[in-house]
């Protein structure tokens, strides 16, 4: 069978000017060894056009760190693939709008992790990002760029979903994905969502989507909010599995491809494009097996006895670069049927000393938050 990427997800550049409390690659201000040039960028554009890939999302990293992302956007294009981003929106200014609006991506994915600045550049580790990421919405409107929104929701986070929503439709802002943060790279596996918050994100999903249809053109829950049952289909719609190395491909900033850049294990690394060429690894035959060649005895978990386990072949398997296994532990449909796991899973409120006793020690929390009542 071949296939054929309708996404790629290119970690342009390992480097970033912010340092996110939940970043799942741990990137820094240091660039990574063997960052892909300019010229080899170029190879697995043409490459990404041979295997007929569709739409290609430049991220980070900080895509805008890297000097010629304007060229390597504009080559995309020029191959007939759609171009997208994902950015912190630092360091967005009127000349990069105006290249933006030159290159015309389908969107500018801006990343906002609460409405209260404060709490915001807290999570993202440098003052004033709140403040330069609405002004990069102002400029993407001025410039007839389309602005996007991600929010990683973790315990931190979790209750300024409503204060988020209100700031996108002041913004006019009409789409909205919402994903949870797991602890890989630099997150903390205690400032991970509960499976009741996981559930009650879902809710909130539908509601904004029932309530508020007007303001939004999407909202959404990526890939790892679902996956069957009454809820799942509702929040997911259809689910047949992971699409890593089927329908999307991940490349990192030194030229190390996975399914999905999500996959962290050393297991998941098909390849580099400095040994062999993308499309060489994309058409190998033994590449991606863990999706191209699934069967359920790869389940495990509550997986491996559900109903649907050869429908929805075990969820989001980013979870696999967490607990190793090829089970989603965050399913709606395990939450329909068997409820909460523990009694500690079906919290959704903590308060603001255990918060403290979380976040502190890893980051020092602001004093706007210390002093700010209940």
Request: glycine residues 8%; hydrophobic residues 35%.
């Amino acid at each position: 069978m071949k296939y054929s990427p309708e996404t790629v997800v290119w970690e342009t550049t390992f480097k970033c000017n912010v340092n996110c409390i939940h970043c799942g690659s741990d990137c820094t201000s240091v660039e990574k060894d063997n960052q892909l040039t300019t010229a080899e960028c170029i190879e697995i554009i043409e490459d990404l056009a041979d295997i007929g890939a569709k739409t290609v999302i430049l991220s980070g990293g900080e895509p805008l760190m890297r000097e010629d992302i304007g060229v390597l956007a504009s080559m995309i294009k020029r191959f007939g693939m759609e171009v997208a981003f994902i950015s912190n929106g630092f360091r967005i200014d009127e000349d990069i709008a105006k290249m933006l609006h030159a290159i015309k991506p389908i969107a500018y994915g801006l990343s906002i992790d609460a409405a209260d600045p404060y709490l915001h550049d807290y999570i993202r580790g440098r003052k004033h990002v709140f403040e330069h990421v609405e002004n990069a919405i102002m400029l993407l409107h001025k410039y007839n760029v389309v602005p996007s929104v991600v929010t990683t929701v973790h315990k931190l986070n979790y209750d300024q979903l409503p204060k988020i929503r209100d700031f996108l439709i002041k913004n006019c802002v009409r789409y909205w994905q919402i994903q949870y943060g797991d602890y890989i790279g630099r997150m903390s596996k205690d400032t991970m969502i509960t499976e009741a918050q996981f559930l009650e994100i879902a809710k909130f999903i539908l509601k904004t989507r029932k309530d508020y249809a007007k303001y939004f053109d999407t909202v959404s829950g990526a890939d790892v909010f679902g996956y069957l049952g009454n809820i799942g289909e509702k929040v997911q719609g259809p689910w047949w599995g992971c699409h890593a190395g089927m329908q999307t491909i991940g490349i990192s900033s030194d030229g190390t491809i996975r399914g999905c850049l999500s996959l962290q294990l050393d297991q998941y690394k098909e390849g580099n494009t400095h040994e062999r060429s993308l499309k060489e690894i994309w058409n190998d035959k033994n590449s991606f097996a863990y999706n191209r060649r699934f069967d359920c005895s790869m389940l495990t978990g509550h997986c491996k006895d559900c109903i649907y386990a050869s429908v929805c072949k075990g969820g989001c398997i980013r979870a696999a670069s967490v607990n190793g296994g090829r089970c989603n532990p965050y399913c709606l449909y395990k939450l329909e049927r068997d409820g909460f796991s523990n009694e500690e899973q079906a919290r959704t409120d903590f308060s603001r000393e255990e918060i403290f006793n979380i976040y502190n020690p890893i980051r020092p929390l602001p004093e706007e938050y210390l002093n700010s009542a209940e």
